[in-house]
């Protein structure tokens, strides 16, 4: 799905002038960014006449703004090939006249192009440099927002959202400092679709509709095409299509206005989604078509890939699997041309880059202030030691030798005092964690042998009494009747070696992780109880320590089995949230409740505190009477047991 870029020309345009403009060339160029989205041709043709006016009179930096506005204008029209070109011609006329905000402003839109192509690397490659060239010079926050937004895109198309979301706040902070209400509503859009990915509806259609709205205001007919499409894809994937379809409508009359090729293909696509919902295929194919052509005009790898995509489910709604099976073929293969593992290695080190540069400028900074401050010092000594050398010498030496003999001492009783705590520490969390695993282990062993001694007795004795009951009791009613009784009995001990031998070690949790043994979970109790279940497991992509998966899992089990029994609910939510270094759970049911202060805490809610504990996590639990309850628990996930 398309997003709202900001580009970095707005601010070159207005805000950075030259000795002397030629009023004619300034003009012209104002014009062109005035209808640039609503009249791009018109557009091109304004900043044509600047250009060759500019080349006439060697006015390089105002010929460097005409060939940026030729390139976004064919950014807007989705001619990325030509956008291209205008913007690497303005880098190498930035380049050589060493104009740092042009030369950060011309990366900043080739690395918005690339991103439009699908080219993710190239793009966070010039976008970076951007952000490098723009942290090393004097720049005004406009300028810094609109690169930061473009990298905020990048990651939210490389499903980051919480990076993402990370760069549009900042820069949503940098356009309210400016009243930017152009960039705002920019970014709102951006930060919706980043809230809406990572579980937040209610939030993202608040921020969408606030972003519209600006739009409207401010006559964005470029950014307000994009901003319905974005609305009615929400709404299709929450199952409400027809309300999607007036917004697809709207979206098309500015798309057309603003010729936003982009836009136009993305609002085909999802009007595919209402024909087909409404068993309509030959309009729904017709604009999967139509949305198609489009893309391959434009050269966009995304819509492309995205057109497989909905036709693979046309396909497979018709019963036509072949179909949809090819389609999904050509889906996957775009898709992994975009983005691979290798790619995103290489994206995010440009990120680790750019932290270290800035890291070491710092450094730099710093230690050149450090030698300022010896020189003034040691000049001062040398004053000094003019008016009294000897005693001063002999007293500053005497102090200086005591102070570093007394900082040495000091540093080495702390660095063992410190270096005896942590192992003693360490000790204790290793003895516990073996102490844990040695329980999960024996809960395994008796486990496997209630499954294979006690399963396999049972097992046999029904065996036994089927038998006896076919060929030896055949006249005998009333011990047929006492027999039929017992291999009852035998089913309900055979179901309940099951369900404790399941309890006391998941086979699915072993063999699949923790992801498939919750679903498994859930998906038994949703069979067993009539109370509505909600799980919701984000980034739980990879396995974790064995230690971590049956604690957690053991914990959800506990909690949900507390909240049927006791909790008097409907609705139990539980989400597990994965981050690079910590698992937030919460479970939450629409029970009772109870006073904590006047409740003690039961023996399963301490098992729970306790398991947590000797994780290094944090266990919180929120209920009222007549409120519900929520637990709320957070776990480390790296160098758990390391102090």
């Not at 990651?155 to 990076?163: A, C, G, P, V």
């Not at 604009?287 to 434009?298: E, G, L, P, R, W």
């Not at 007394?406 to 660095?415: A, C, E, P, T, V």
């Not at 031998?501 to 086979?507: D, F, I, M, R, T």
Request: charged fraction near 20%.
């Amino acid at each position: 799905m398309a997003q709202v870029p900001a580009f970095l020309w707005l601010l070159i345009l207005f805000l950075v002038g030259v000795a002397q403009p030629s009023d004619s060339i300034h003009r012209l160029n104002q014009l062109s960014w005035e209808i640039i989205y609503s009249h791009p041709d018109t557009a091109i043709y304004y900043s044509h006449q600047a250009r060759a006016i500019a080349q006439i009179n060697d006015l390089a930096i105002e010929e460097i703004r005409s060939e940026m506005l030729l390139g976004i204008a064919h950014d807007v029209k989705s001619n990325y090939d030509s956008a291209l070109i205008h913007y690497y011609l303005a880098l190498d006329k930035a380049r050589i006249s060493r104009d740092t905000l042009l030369i950060a402003g011309s990366l900043s839109n080739i690395g918005l192009t690339f991103w439009h192509l699908g080219s993710f690397h190239k793009a966070l490659e010039k976008l970076y440099e951007a952000l490098k060239a723009l942290e090393t010079t004097k720049h005004n926050e406009l300028e810094m927002a609109n690169v930061l937004n473009n990298i905020g895109l990048l990651y939210s198309e490389m499903k980051d959202y919480q990076q993402s979301v990370s760069y549009f706040n900042r820069t949503q902070m940098l356009y309210q400092n400016q009243n930017d209400s152009l960039g705002l509503g920019a970014v709102k859009t951006n930060l919706a679709i980043a809230w809406f990915r990572m579980g937040h509806p209610h939030r993202a259609f608040q921020l969408l509709d606030i972003s519209i709205l600006i739009k409207r205001r401010m006559k964005d007919l470029y950014g307000l095409s994009i901003s319905l499409n974005q609305k009615a894809l929400f709404l299709i994937e929450l199952q409400e299509i027809e309300a999607a379809y007036p917004l697809l409508k709207e979206s098309l009359i500015y798309c057309q206005h603003t010729n936003n090729l982009a836009a136009q293909a993305t609002a085909y696509q999802l009007l595919q989604d209402v024909f087909a919902n409404r068993k309509n295929f030959d309009k729904a194919f017709r604009y999967n078509k139509m949305s198609y052509d489009i893309a391959t005009t434009i050269m966009d790898r995304k819509l492309i890939a995205d057109h497989y995509n909905s036709l693979a489910k046309l396909h497979r709604t018709q019963g036509n699997f072949k179909k949809a099976y090819f389609a999904l073929e050509q889906y996957l293969a775009l898709k992994d041309s975009l983005i691979n593992t290798s790619q995103l290695n290489n994206i995010y080190q440009f990120e680790l880059e750019h932290q270290l540069d800035k890291k070491q400028t710092q450094i730099a900074q710093l230690e050149q202030q450090q030698q300022v401050h010896q020189l003034k010092l040691e000049r001062q000594e040398l004053i000094l030691s003019k008016r009294n050398l000897l005693i001063i010498a002999t007293v500053s030496a005497s102090l200086v030798v005591f102070m570093l003999f007394y900082i040495q001492h000091n540093k080495l009783r702390q660095r063992y005092k410190r270096q005896l705590i942590e192992a003693t520490l360490k000790q204790k969390s290793l003895q516990a964690h073996k102490i844990i695993q040695a329980g999960i282990n024996e809960r395994k062993r008796i486990s496997h042998e209630l499954h294979n001694s006690l399963g396999q007795l049972l097992s046999l004795l029904k065996m036994n009494l089927t038998v006896l009951n076919k060929k030896y009791l055949i006249d005998n009613a009333a011990a047929k009747q006492r027999v039929d009784e017992m291999m009852s009995l035998s089913d309900k001990a055979i179901s309940e070696l099951r369900i404790i031998s399941q309890n006391l070690s998941p086979v699915m949790l072993h063999q699949k992780g923790l992801a498939s043994a919750l679903n498994d979970m859930i998906d038994h109790l949703r069979i067993h109880t009539a109370i509505k279940l909600k799980l919701n497991l984000i980034n739980l992509d990879q396995r974790l320590d064995d230690l971590i998966e049956n604690t957690v899992f053991a914990v959800i089990q506990e909690s949900v089995h507390n909240a049927i029994k006791h909790a008097e609910c409907s609705n139990i939510d539980i989400q597990l949230l994965q981050t690079s270094h910590e698992l937030t759970l919460m479970i939450e049911d629409n029970g009772k409740g109870f006073d904590q202060c006047n409740s003690a805490k039961g023996m399963g809610l301490q098992l729970i505190d306790e398991k947590i504990t000797n994780l290094s996590g944090h266990f919180h639990l929120d209920a009222m009477p007549g409120r519900g309850t929520i637990v709320n628990i957070i776990i480390p996930i790296k160098n758990i047991f390391e102090v």
